[in-house]
């Protein structure tokens, strides 16, 4: 799995501002192809911002998404969509709409604007809320789910877009242990299957254990990038988020597991 694999991601030079402020500055990285990259940053980095701006939501004042070389800024909407989906963190969901309405709206732009809907799309829906955990209550009015029920449900319909590249702004942010838990395995399935998955994620512990690169943002820059292992180490971790902090092993999985003090 490298940078130039199929699905690899490049971001090239991506600078969002808003007004004279400059919130995301020259930003550059390879997510590999099938691989799960972790953006992570103290809060304020730039993290939702960047995710934003690589999904064409937010204006990019300049900087290219290449992803197998096309630049998915240059695409209209629709086109960038079928390649492409994001789970945004909190979105809020007004439309009286029922969970399984709202992951049938990720078939959009695989359906023909005047022909309907695509019988097919109802199994790809059906999957997707199984897969995000949305099934139960798939038939309620999304307005009336808890925040980490709300969220499976946009998780799903992201699933139904069938994206090659997946962006997740903190997808365990309201999610109960257990279901911490499915998020991390379903990201695993997904990129076992070639998804490129990029997701900016607090919990640096669940970065060190499943991710195959993580981007350490601050102030709208990249700091460090690249192999997880060797790019998360104490000294950048103690330096970015002004903590003391070890590695240690979770004596549950074997896998690593953040210690962090006072400085
Ligand atoms: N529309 C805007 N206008 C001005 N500043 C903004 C705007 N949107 C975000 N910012 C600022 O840009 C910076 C980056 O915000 P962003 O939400 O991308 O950070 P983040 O790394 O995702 O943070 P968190 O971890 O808290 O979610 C913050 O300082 C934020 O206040």
């Known amino acids: ?40 940053g103290p809060n304020g980095a730039g993290k939702s911002t960047l995710l934003r701006a690589i999904a064409g939501i937010e204006h990019a004042a300049s900087g ?14 629709r ?20 969970g399984r309405e709202v992951a049938r709206l990720g078939r959009t732009p695989h359906e023909s604007i005047v022909g309907g809907g695509d019988p097919a799309s109802d199994a790809v829906v059906e999957e997707a809320l199984a897969l995000a955990g949305a099934g139960d209550f798939a038939g309620r009015d999304v307005t009336t789910l808890s925040g ?7 998780l799903a319909r992201a699933l139904a877009q069938q994206p090659r590249v997946l962006l997740l ?23 076992a299957r070639g998804v490129t998955v990029i997701a900016a994620v607090h919990d640096l512990s669940i970065a060190a254990a499943h991710a195959d690169a993580v981007v350490v943002l601050a102030g709208g820059r990249v700091v460090a990038a690249g192999p997880t292992e060797a790019t998360l180490t ?13 590695w240690t092993r979770n004596p549950l999985t074997g896998r690593p597991l953040l210690a962090v003090g006072p400085l």
């Open 1 to 40: 799995m490298t940078a130039a694999s199929p699905g690899a991601v490049e971001v090239r030079a991506v600078t969002v501002r808003s007004g004279a402020a400059t919130l995301v500055d020259q930003v550059a990285f390879d997510a590999p192809g099938g691989g799960f990259t972790a953006l992570v």
């Open 64 to 77: 290219m998404v290449l992803l197998d070389g096309e630049d998915l800024l240059a695409l209209p909407r």
């Open 79 to 98: 086109a960038r969509a079928r390649m492409l989906a994001l789970v945004e963190q909190d979105s809020s969901t007004e439309l009286p709409l029922t």
């Open 148 to 154: 980490g029920e709300r969220q499976r449900v946009l």
């Open 169 to 191: 702004d903190e997808p365990t942010n309201h999610l109960d242990l257990a279901a911490q838990l499915d998020v991390v395995r379903l990201v695993g399935g997904l990129t």
């Open 234 to 246: 104490p000294e950048l971790i103690g330096g970015v988020f002004q903590v003391a902090a070890s």
